[in-house]
């Protein structure tokens, strides 16, 4: 099974961890402590604590050494990471395999930017990838969800409670039918929602594509590619709240499974 794809939240722990680790900050405040100890200043364990966070904090809000870990969180994220497993086309809807291939057509360009530019950017294929398989996933949710709207016709539902309302019936039967019509409603929201944000993340992915032309064209460092793949990683957490949102609406009808 493949590991998930890191989450800035993941980062931020294996930069914390590096900073609390780090062999001079240790050495340095046990040094100063034992000194303490062995002179019997013991007001030098106070200072090795104070040493120690503040070693720890430079450590931890430092740009060389941010890139060192991204590097080696990413790398090691991508080895065991598996290649995803890709939506076939040919069964998706058309309005679903449209957004879904255009954003692999984009992910295509990124790559190959990527292998022409002059500087690394690892990371933002990294973060590229986690975006695309998350995309993969959805779009299959999405069929899904296609498939349920396309064998309920809500017009009949409709028109039973048309008829129950002008008898001014309103028992266990006219609650279920209102109960069904919103669940149908709420999915049907969730598809036109998915429908509009596959088309900006598409389009969010020929911008990325421009960006590293052109960062590669300017030269610019390890910087400019942090911040590109943060925004790509915005873009990975939408998708997935997104489909959050479409697998509780789509377990909210009656007769799923």
């Known amino acids: ?143 899904r969800v296609y498939d349920y709207l396309s064998a309920h016709d809500p017009r009949p539902v409709q028109a039973r409670l048309s008829q129950l309302d002008q008898s001014k019936t309103e028992g266990e039967l006219a609650k279920a039918l209102r109960e069904q019509l919103a669940a149908y409603e709420k999915l049907s929201a969730q598809l036109e929602r998915f429908y509009e944000e596959m088309e900006h993340i598409t389009a969010s992915l020929s911008t990325v594509g421009a960006q590293v032309v052109s960062m590669s064209a300017a030269g610019e460092g390890e910087s400019g590619q942090r911040e590109l793949a943060g925004q790509v990683r915005d873009l990975r957490e939408q998708v997935n709240a997104l489909s959050d949102g479409m697998r509780e609406a789509y377990a909210s009808q009656p007769d799923t499974p």
């Open 1 to 143: 099974m493949a590991d998930k794809a890191i989450t800035r939240s993941q980062l931020q722990r294996s930069l914390l961890v590096n900073a609390l680790t780090k062999p001079l900050t240790v050495l340095v405040a046990a040094a100063v402590a034992v000194a303490g100890i062995a002179l019997g200043a013991l007001w030098l364990i106070a200072v090795a604590l104070v040493v120690y966070a503040v070693l720890a904090a430079l450590t931890f809000f430092d740009a060389d050494e941010a890139e060192r870990v991204g590097k080696r969180v990413y790398g090691e994220s991508a080895k065991r990471v598996e290649p995803p497993k890709q939506a076939d086309l040919s069964k998706l809807a058309p309005p679903i395999g449209q957004q879904l291939a255009g954003a692999r057509a984009e992910e295509a360009r990124i790559r190959t930017s990527v292998q022409e530019a002059d500087l690394p950017f690892e990371e933002v294929t990294a973060e590229v990838d986690s975006l695309v398989r998350a995309m993969e996933s959805i779009a299959i949710r999405a069929q």
